[in-house]
């Protein structure tokens, strides 16, 4: 059979280096062999070579890597801390800065898509398939840039609407985005605190992991006979068969090399097969399952209840200046004294729900090989019914953690009191609370990509020690890196505007303004909504 040998070696525009040989068929030459077999060669050459060339990338800049991680961490910081006295340009820059990258990228598909219509590219048959060519092919593809263009096109036009529609409800979550950099800053090891949450998870995913595998060890031990039939030389006295159950301690002593006088079997083996488990462990693997899924949602909301206490505590205080230094571990040390039992109520509804999408999945991997479409539509039904539930319970419970923060109330009371207060100031909800939302995931967005290109730039220019097969690996690695970091810094500012809204909206119902009933709420706040306190007072 013909073989195809190839190196792969980085594709820079002087440089080549050579990093492995490989052979394997040449696909013009095996023309009587099935398309299916032909296409997996293709897919072998294609990965082989590829994935050996990503892995060399990632050890090439992972320290690198890190010390753009490193200045990402510091970006979020800065980002964060700039946002007490620059929220509302910054905000608005984040929001332009994303609808002038869509419209770039816009025109450019458009660009693109107009030249290869009009210049259309022949497709030849790469003997040397990796990743570079695969994307090159696609880059020249006129329907690529098509659907990339309208996908483009519709986010770019739905941004616009709603940036055009929900503007003067911007301005309010601009004002709650200003309130929460107050609130963080007051406060600012609370930018730290979920350090502890992360590593409360990564102590229950341990302590379910060494769980399950004691829990899988727990049972006899069976071993079975492999490679007897295989053999001629191997004979046994006792009439062993392939798959019998066999003791490994005894099965040289009845199993003979009958070529070697005395000698084992080599061929043949007992080997082992599994652990025969009683019933019962069944049940407690079962178990393990939910108190993962319950100890997983139990620390997140754990974190959220000790936030929410320390920014409504911030809130509440009439005067800043006031407020207590050790108000982040008053909150947690009154959460772990009187709030226990809610969390574990609270998180133990989201538990439930996770694991019935987590059976469903199952379920749904498992009828895959039968192609029923009834069955299919059912399944997707039913997956998609339990994400709303799930989604809209999180939101409920995230709600009755903070009313039981600031009221100290158990968690049906907190749950109704919180569910009541949004439902009277609905649109507020909607347009306020949604809006900041967006806005953190842009801000994040917008520092992922900063990152990723300042990253990419530098490696693909050639400023690097060595050069790369792909300059856009680490740009992944540290979109995906950065991402991550602002979502942990903003995560704490989700939760104080989700805590500053609800203080916000019970402010307004239950205050007036007046000495004996005075808005809590900053000054900005007030000028907003066009109220103002009725006395005269220096906060």
């Given amino acids: 059979m013909p073989y195809l040998c190839y190196f792969s070696h980085t594709h820079h525009k002087t440089r080549a280096r050579v990093v492995?040989?490989?052979c394997l068929p040449d696909l013009e030459q095996l023309k009587d062999i099935p398309a299916d077999i032909v296409d997996a060669i293709a897919n072998i050459k294609l990965f082989a070579g590829t994935g050996q060339m990503v892995v060399e990338d990632i050890l090439e800049t992972w320290r690198l890597?890190?010390?753009?991680?490193?200045?990402?961490?510091i970006a979020s910081l800065l980002f964060i801390t700039m946002l007490r006295w620059v929220a509302k340009p910054m905000v608005w820059i984040s929001i332009l800065g994303v609808i002038a990258a869509l419209s770039y990228g816009v025109y450019y598909s458009y660009t693109r898509y107009d030249y290869i219509s009009k210049h259309p590219v022949e497709n030849h048959v790469n003997v040397s398939p990796n990743l570079s060519s695969l994307v090159e092919s696609w880059l020249k593809s006129e329907k690529v840039w098509l659907w990339i263009l309208v996908i483009l096109s519709i986010v770019l036009v739905v941004l616009l609407l709603v940036v055009l529609v929900l503007r003067k409800r911007i301005v309010i979550a601009i004002a709650l985005v200003k309130e929460g950099s107050k609130a963080v800053s007051a406060i600012f090891s609370t930018v730290f605190f979920p350090i502890i949450p992360w590593l409360l998870h990564i102590a229950v995913?341990?302590?379910?992991?060494?769980?399950?595998?004691?829990?899988?060890?727990?049972?006899e031990p069976v071993y079975r006979v492999y490679g007897l039939n295989a053999t001629q030389s191997c004979v046994c006295d006792n009439a062993y068969r392939d798959g019998d159950i066999c003791d490994p301690t005894t099965f040289n002593a009845h199993c003979q090399n009958r070529l070697i006088r005395g000698g084992i079997c080599t061929d043949a083996a007992c080997h082992f097969?599994?652990?025969?488990?009683?019933?019962?462990?069944?049940?407690?693997?079962?178990?393990?399952?939910?108190?993962?899924?319950?100890?997983?949602?139990?620390?997140?909301?754990?974190?959220?209840?000790?936030?929410?206490?320390?920014?409504?505590?911030?809130?509440?205080?009439?005067?800043?200046?006031?407020?207590?230094?050790?108000?982040?571990t008053t909150g947690f040390l009154r959460t772990v004294r009187y709030h226990l039992g809610t969390l574990a109520f609270g998180s133990l509804i989201i538990a439930i729900c996770k694991i019935i999408r987590a059976a469903l999945e199952y379920i749904d991997h498992k009828l895959r090989k039968y192609d029923n479409g009834v069955v299919k539509a059912v399944l997707c039904l039913c997956k998609c019914c339990f994400w709303c539930l799930e989604s809209f319970l999180k939101f409920l419970n995230t709600n009755a953690y903070i009313m039981c923060a600031i009221h100290g109330k158990n968690f049906c009371s907190s749950a109704k009191d919180a569910f009541s207060l949004l439902a009277r100031n609905i649109l507020r909800v909607i347009a306020v609370d949604k809006v900041t939302g967006f806005l953190f995931f842009l801000s994040k967005l917008m520092l992922a990509c900063g990152m990723a290109a300042v990253t990419y730039t530098f490696f693909d220019s050639g400023a690097a020690t060595k050069q790369l097969h792909y300059a856009f690996i680490p740009a992944i690695l540290v979109f995906v890196g950065t991402y991550i970091i602002a979502a942990v810094f903003f995560s704490v500012y989700s939760v104080a505007v989700d805590t500053l809204f609800l203080c916000f909206l019970e402010d307004c119902e239950r205050n007036d303004g007046t000495q004996e009933k005075p808005y809590y709420m900053s000054k900005s706040l007030m000028k907003i909504l066009g109220k103002k306190q009725k006395f005269n007072t220096s906060r």
């Fill in 273 to 328: 097969q599994e652990i025969d488990s009683p019933k019962e462990v069944g049940y407690f693997h079962a178990v393990n399952v939910v108190g993962f899924f319950w100890g997983i949602c139990f620390v997140s909301a754990f974190g959220d209840m000790v936030l929410a206490f320390t920014f409504a505590t911030w809130y509440w205080t009439f005067r800043k200046k006031e407020l207590r230094f050790f108000v982040l």
């Fill in 20 to 22: 492995s040989k490989r």
């Fill in 65 to 73: 890597v890190i010390v753009i991680l490193v200045l990402s961490l």
């Fill in 205 to 219: 995913i341990v302590f379910s992991i060494v769980v399950g595998l004691y829990l899988a060890s727990i049972g």
